[in-house]
């Protein structure tokens, strides 16, 4: 039997039972180690009280001490009715009452004793201060409520406001090891929206690791003024992720509208690239949709899309769906807010939704949407997966608490996140001109061997992500994308056929 539960057994204590928890600090002795534990209590308790009033879907912030052990594989921290003990390995180091409900004076002095004592046996933890601490800290205690929560120290972006861009969005350099180091993110740009931090480290670039290109051709893709996609391997605090950006042409804007002409009358097509689903977006697409009228086809390009505006999404859907069901946010395993467009569609014409593992978001059910409805063929690769929308709670110290605790589901209540959309055309089993003729041939025979996997609700998911991987080159993608999507737009047979399978 370990230590800990030994301990909470035979209660052992090695603290006066009159000594409150809310005074486990004194004002003259407020400076401990080169940290004031009176303010960093303060801060704890602001935490605690702001968590209190957020649903949790059955989860108490109680467990919030006890995510305190993930700071070092050798803490064990538990929490009861009456104390609240600290481990290391087989010493009791800690032993604190436990605090009155709703006492969060409390709650922030305990976390702060706790961080305390685990720092006078981790030199890593002891070497933290200031707004370093909180956000190590923080982050240990949202992980036992929300896996995905985070502690945003302060708005990183702030010094660059510019939207005219010719760029992915962010600005850095090299470092010593031949790396792109951030030092500034772009408000608004597809690296802010993707979640890009100042401080992450851009190791490769459309499958070429950045030490091996040289700064030409690292310009050349970062800035390069024509619209694309750019596939990035990001080294992060939190650990490594491949992220796909979409350059902005001339002026930033959460969507792109491109007008693709063709001599044949029948086949003039529209694509819209967006960035965030936003009203913004929904502005672009409606007045695009109204200038256009004549198309007869429409790419609807949400491979790098995100986004948190539940209202905005059911606008963008609704423009093509209409008042069907776009989403249903739930907070908790009962609370649970269906997202319906208040108007008409206002267009009919066919169209080829472009996904990616980098659409996520309010992205994802839009592109949910279109499948439940058969409005739209998706075509591209599986999607993020990463249908959450955030909380954002302001603290007193000038941080921002971001909480993910509200699941997005599609219109029609099924499960996206952990799980996603998937295309009924994979792009990454077309990989050669030769292999898209004979693709297209067989759909055209009606031997295509396609299988719905939206509705399969066994379906290994990781499984299929491998059966259809990630495309390494942006530029790759790109070409692709647009072939098959025209095709698909252009030949009323494949379309048909596809709609019909």
């Not at 539960?5 to 603290?15: A, E, Q, R, S, T």
């Not at 929490?79 to 922030?108: C, H, M, Q």
């Not at 003039?268 to 697409?285: D, G, T």
Request: glycine share 8%; charged share 25%; with cysteine.
């Amino acid at each position: 039997m370990k230590i800990i539960n030994v301990i909470l057994m035979l209660g052992l204590v090695f603290l006066p039972f009159n000594l409150r928890a809310s005074d486990l600090f004194a004002e003259e002795d407020r400076i401990q180690d080169g940290i004031d534990v009176i303010e960093v209590s303060n801060v704890f308790a602001d935490i605690y009280e702001k968590l209190d009033d957020v649903r949790w879907a059955g989860k108490n912030i109680d467990v919030a001490i006890e995510s305190l052990e993930k700071l070092n594989p050798n803490a064990h921290v538990a929490s009861t009715g009456e104390r609240v003990v600290l481990v290391w390995g087989d010493d009791l180091i800690a032993n604190f009452p436990y605090p009155d409900k709703k006492d969060w004076k409390a709650y922030g002095q305990i976390t702060t004793a706790l961080v305390m004592r685990m720092r006078q046996k981790d030199a890593g933890l002891r070497s933290l201060k200031g707004a370093d601490l909180y956000n190590v800290v923080v982050n240990a205690l949202l992980s036992g409520v929300d896996e995905n929560g985070s502690y945003i120290v302060e708005d990183k972006n702030k010094d660059l406001e510019s939207k005219i861009l010719t760029s992915i969005g962010f600005e850095g350099g090299r470092d010593d090891r031949g790396n792109f180091r951030i030092t500034g993110v772009f408000n608004g740009s597809a690296a802010d929206v993707s979640g890009v931090k100042q401080g992450d480290i851009i190791s490769e670039i459309n499958g070429v690791r950045v030490a091996n290109m040289s700064d030409s051709d690292l310009r050349a893709v970062l800035n390069g003024y024509n619209s694309g996609t750019v596939k990035v391997k990001l080294l992060t605090p939190s650990g490594n992720k491949n992220i796909s950006l979409r350059r902005a042409s001339i002026v930033l804007a959460d969507a792109d509208v491109v007008y693709r002409a063709s001599n044949e009358q029948d086949n003039q097509m529209l694509e819209i690239i967006v960035h965030n689903v936003s009203e913004s977006a929904v502005n672009i697409v409606n007045e695009a949709l109204a200038k256009y009228d004549a198309i007869s086809g429409i790419i609807l390009d949400l491979r790098s899309a995100g986004g948190e505006d539940a209202r905005a999404a059911a606008k963008l859907a609704g423009l093509f769906i209409g008042q069907k069901p776009v989403m249903v946010i739930s907070e908790t395993a009962v609370d649970e807010l269906e997202v319906i467009p208040g108007g008409n569609a206002i267009t009919d014409v066919p169209v080829v939704v472009l996904i990616s593992d980098s659409t996520r978001g309010t992205a994802e059910a839009i592109a949910a949407a279109f499948y439940e409805n058969g409005r739209g063929i998706l075509v591209g690769t599986p999607t993020a997966g990463h249908a959450r929308m955030a909380s954002r709670i302001e603290l007193k110290n000038g941080g921002i608490l971001e909480l993910l605790n509200k699941s997005v589901k599609t219109g029609r209540g099924n499960v996206l996140d952990g799980r996603g959309v998937f295309p009924l055309i994979c792009l990454s089993s077309i990989r050669s001109a030769s292999q898209m003729d004979a693709f297209f041939v067989n759909i055209m025979n009606g031997r295509f061997d396609a299988h719905d996997y939206n509705q399969d609700k066994s379906v290994d998911v990781a499984g299929l992500r491998r059966a259809c991987p990630n495309i390494t080159s942006g530029d790759d993608e790109d070409a692709m994308a647009i072939a098959v999507a025209a095709e698909i737009l252009t030949n009323k047979m494949v379309y048909g056929e596809i709609m019909g399978l």
